[in-house]
Structures are given as structure tokens and as C-alpha cells.
């Protein structure tokens, strides 16, 4: 039961980390970012639902293209064996017999077009799986995407801004309108987006074992484990700088 991940309970995770950041950030940008991250985490449930399932008209297909090959090698073959010129003595299988650089020729040429139809019927065959392989990285790239956009909506967040309100700023410097609760919070939620992109991301790995899968799930992963780090660094700096390491209160409380 606790073995593998819930995408409904993700999905209903971000769909609450939405309504929080929303609801104290209201115009901020990162609430737009959690409304991209719901979206994105509803589209990859149901594809990974997609992928999940047996795409039963391309495996008919390519059923029908192995029937298709394999009676057009068994002509083949027969046409070989028979010799059309067999009646008149001029088939491939002559009342004298083969010679052997005849029969050389004959064993490379059916040995080439073996390899190749061998090919072919393996290219058809991984078909589904190319195709569900496809779907899942272009997901996860989506994810990775979306872990940058929120790294970039915490890069100009200076701990030390929410303590001096005299800084010397520039005419291109950000505005820093956060109080040391706020920029708490705020932070945390980038730490919280960053853990649910990975929980996403790790969804693709249930039923569905491909090595090129797994190595972009963990790249997912490591990018956002070091991307969290960066914010809770952040973090501790922010408490360090409270008079005697107090916990962050709320102004309203």
C-alpha cells in the first residue's frame, strides 16, 4: 500500500500548495508557477495512465506488417527451393546441382536478407516501446523546465533585504518588499515545488522500466535536490539573522 507513489495524492498536494501560495502571495509570480505545476502535474497522470496502457492499434499493425513479412519470405524461400525455370531445367536447383561458388552466393545473399528482415522486425516490435519512451521524456523535460522557471523566481530573494530597510539600492535593483515571515514563506514554497517536481518526475518510473526513463528522472531529481538546497541555505541564513535564532512569527500573530 505505502510501496509506490499516488499520483492523486501528489496531484491533490500541488493542488494545495496552489491554493496556499495563492492565497498569501496573491500577485506574485510564483503563484502563476504553481498554477503551471498543477497543470503540468494533471497532464502527466493522465499520460503516464497513456503510457500505462497496451496501445492496441499499433500493436495490430505491427502484427500485420510481421504476417505480411514473414508470407512474403515464405514465398520467397518457395520460389527459391521449386526454381521458376524448373520445368525447362534452368531453376535455381538444376538437374546437374548447385556449384559451389553457386551455392556460396546463394548462402551470403539469404544470410543478408535474413539480418535485415531480422532488423526490421525488431524495429517494429520496440515500436510501442520507442513511442511510450518518447511520451515519458518529453514530460520529464517539461519538469526540468519547470524547475528553472521556480529557481528563477527565488534567485533575487536576499535573506538580508527583509532586515535592512536603508539598503543602497540601485535603479535596476529588485524590489524587496518581503518582511522576514513572508521571505520565510516564500522560500519554503520554492522548497516545497522543487520536492513535488521530483515526485512527478518519479512517477514515470512506476511500470515502466527503461534506462534512458530512469537517467532523466534522476537528473530531474538531482537538479532539484541541489536547487532546494540552494533555498534552505537561504533559509538558514534568514533565521541566523533573528535575534537570537527565535522561530519567524507572522506580524499578525
Not at 496531484?11 to 496552489?18: G, M, N, P, R, S
Not at 548462402?107 to 528482415?117: G, Q, S
Not at 529557481?151 to 539600492?169: C, G, I, V, W, Y
Amino acid at each position: 500500500m505505502y510501496r509506490t507513489l499516488d499520483p492523486d495524492a501528489i496531484v491533490t498536494t500541488i493542488e494545495q500548495l496552489h491554493r496556499r501560495i495563492s492565497e498569501r502571495f496573491p500577485e506574485s509570480g510564483l503563484a502563476g508557477v504553481s498554477g503551471e505545476l498543477l497543470q503540468v502535474g494533471r497532464a502527466a497522470k493522465n499520460r503516464i495512465e497513456e503510457i500505462r496502457q497496451p496501445h492496441i492499434p499499433l500493436r495490430i499493425g505491427v502484427g500485420l506488417l510481421i504476417l505480411l513479412i514473414a508470407a512474403v519470405l515464405i514465398v520467397s524461400v518457395r520460389g527459391v527451393v521449386s526454381g521458376e525455370g524448373a520445368a525447362s531445367g534452368e531453376g535455381v536447383f538444376r538437374s546437374e546441382g548447385l556449384g559451389l561458388a553457386d551455392l556460396v552466393a546463394l548462402t551470403e545473399a539469404a544470410l543478408n536478407e535474413f539480418v535485415l528482415l531480422g532488423a526490421l522486425i525488431l524495429f517494429l516490435v520496440t515500436l510501442e516501446r520507442r513511442w511510450r519512451r518518447k511520451q515519458a521524456l518529453a514530460s520529464i523535460h517539461e519538469l526540468r523546465s519547470l524547475a528553472h522557471i521556480v529557481d528563477m523566481h527565488q534567485l533575487t530573494k536576499d535573506p538580508q533585504q527583509a532586515f535592512e530597510s536603508e539598503m543602497r539600492n540601485t535603479p535596476s535593483s529588485p524590489k524587496r518588499v518581503f518582511s522576514p515571515f513572508q521571505l520565510s514563506r516564500y522560500l519554503d514554497y520554492c522548497s516545497e515545488m522543487f520536492s513535488l517536481i521530483g515526485k512527478v518526475a518519479a512517477l514515470f518510473l512506476q511500470g515502466f522500466d527503461d534506462a534512458s526513463v530512469i537517467a532523466s528522472v534522476n537528473d530531474v531529481d538531482t537538479l532539484t535536490t541541489g536547487l532546494s538546497r540552494k533555498v534552505w541555505q537561504k533559509m538558514v541564513i534568514l533565521h541566523s539573522l533573528q535575534d537570537g535564532s527565535a522561530p519567524l512569527r507572522s506580524p499578525k500573530s
